[in-house]
């Protein structure tokens, strides 16, 4: 019953995400509100993809539990989830969001990947039966929610910003995150970047790459100081 809780707030956060995303950045010229559009377009999809992925996923383990399928039918299930859901977060990558807009994106991607980490955790415990696992699981899919959340709050925030930009409304930043998730976000944001622009030995393919990777950084860094409390 936990999980499936912290699935439907889940699942409710993304469809605030859908409903805010198609109006977003609809000012300026026409070529502005049409990348707007599109951006908001894009990342809706993404999002309804990576829900409609995790309630595929929960579905069949109430299938097993309910006796429906077996235990191999699930797990043979989960390793095409496993590959499904690798190549929708590959999509976020695929993005050109608004500078506004570009850290909320990250810290979509980042739950999609920790909620993706709980995901093989439980399929650990599916197959060995170690609790640890299980225990695993359900911590980073609070972890996945609890950076989904954030991600909405700066999107969100990216909005009002750009609201304020135009209309003088008011402009807010996200209250109540700890330092200690500062941090931690952070760090995610720079692995990332280590991902993205480094190779498989850790190098750089060439300096215009180690330029790339040195600015992603100072993005991260700049995102930390910008939220620390």
Same mark, same amino acid.
């Given at each position: 019953?936990?999980? !499936? ?145 954030? *991600? ?10 750009? !609201? ?11 209250? *109540? ?24 030995? *850790? ?27």
């Amino acid at each position: 019953m936990k999980k !499936k809780k912290i699935q439907n707030i889940i699942i409710l956060s993304i469809a605030i995400v859908i409903i805010g995303t198609i109006i977003v950045y609809n000012y300026s010229t026409d070529i502005t509100k049409q990348k707007g559009l599109q951006f908001g377009n894009e990342l809706s999809q993404i999002e309804n993809n990576v829900s409609d992925i995790q309630g595929k996923f929960y579905s069949e383990k109430t299938k097993w539990v309910e006796g429906d399928i077996s235990k191999e039918e699930l797990l043979k299930f989960y390793k095409i989830h496993i590959i499904e859901f690798r190549e929708e977060i590959s999509e976020y990558d695929k993005l050109t969001p608004p500078e506004l807009f570009q850290s909320s994106v990250t810290l979509l991607k980042i739950s999609a990947e920790t909620q993706l980490e709980s995901d093989l955790q439980f399929i650990e415990w599916i197959k060995t039966g170690d609790e640890a696992a299980k225990i695993r699981s359900d911590t980073l899919i609070q972890e996945s929610y609890e950076y989904q959340n954030l *991600g909405l709050v700066e999107f969100q925030t990216a909005k009002v910003g750009i !609201k304020h930009y135009v209309g003088g409304e008011k402009f807010e930043e996200p209250q *109540g995150v700890s330092p200690q998730k500062v941090v931690q976000v952070s760090e995610k944001m720079k692995e990332q970047c280590n991902d993205q622009f480094r190779n498989e030995s *850790g190098e750089f393919d060439s300096n215009e790459i180690e330029i790339e990777w040195f600015n992603c950084n100072n993005k991260a860094e700049e995102w930390k100081i910008q939220h620390m409390p």
